[in-house]
C-alpha cells in the first residue's frame, strides 16, 4: 500500500509547476478574480481551480496589461507544464513559446487565450473564461 501512495505522491508532485507560485482561486461564473498581489515578486503565476481539469498561466506584460493562457495542449490535451522560459507537454513533447505560440510539434495550434481586465480600484484582475467550452 505504502509504494502505491509513494507512487501516487510522486505523480502528483510532479505534476506541479513548481517553480511558480500557484493560486488555488475559485471559477465565479465565466470569469477567474486573480489579484494583481500575487505579482510582487513575479511575471508568471498559475490560477488553480481545484474542481478543474487545467490550470491558467497569467502573465504580466505590464503594470496595466496582462495574458492568461489556457494550460491544455491543443494536440492531445494533456496538462502542460510550464517554467519561466517556455511551455511543454509531457505527452505528445510539444513546445510553446509563453506567449502561447507553438515553437515544436506535433501540435500545430497556439494556446487558447483568455481576455483579462484589469480594475486597479479593487486590484483585481478579472479572467474571462467564457470561451471556454466546460
Not at 505590464?62 to 507537454?89: N, W
Amino acid at each position: 500500500m505504502w509504494g502505491r501512495l509513494s507512487a501516487a505522491v510522486c505523480i502528483f508532485l510532479c505534476g506541479c509547476n513548481p517553480s511558480l507560485p500557484v493560486y488555488s482561486l475559485k471559477i465565479s461564473g465565466n470569469t477567474i478574480p486573480f489579484p494583481v498581489s500575487n505579482f510582487e515578486s513575479t511575471n508568471l503565476a498559475i490560477a488553480r481551480d481545484g474542481q478543474a481539469a487545467y490550470d491558467i498561466l497569467v502573465i504580466k506584460k505590464s503594470a496595466l496589461m496582462y495574458d492568461a493562457l489556457f494550460l491544455r495542449c491543443t494536440h492531445d490535451e494533456a496538462v502542460l507544464k510550464v517554467t519561466p522560459e517556455q511551455i511543454g507537454c509531457p505527452q505528445c513533447r510539444s513546445v510553446y513559446d509563453l506567449e502561447g505560440v507553438v515553437k515544436g510539434g506535433p501540435s500545430t495550434k497556439d494556446l487558447l487565450h483568455f481576455p483579462t481586465e484589469v480594475d486597479n480600484n479593487t486590484g483585481i484582475i478579472t479572467i474571462n473564461i467564457q470561451s471556454l467550452k466546460l
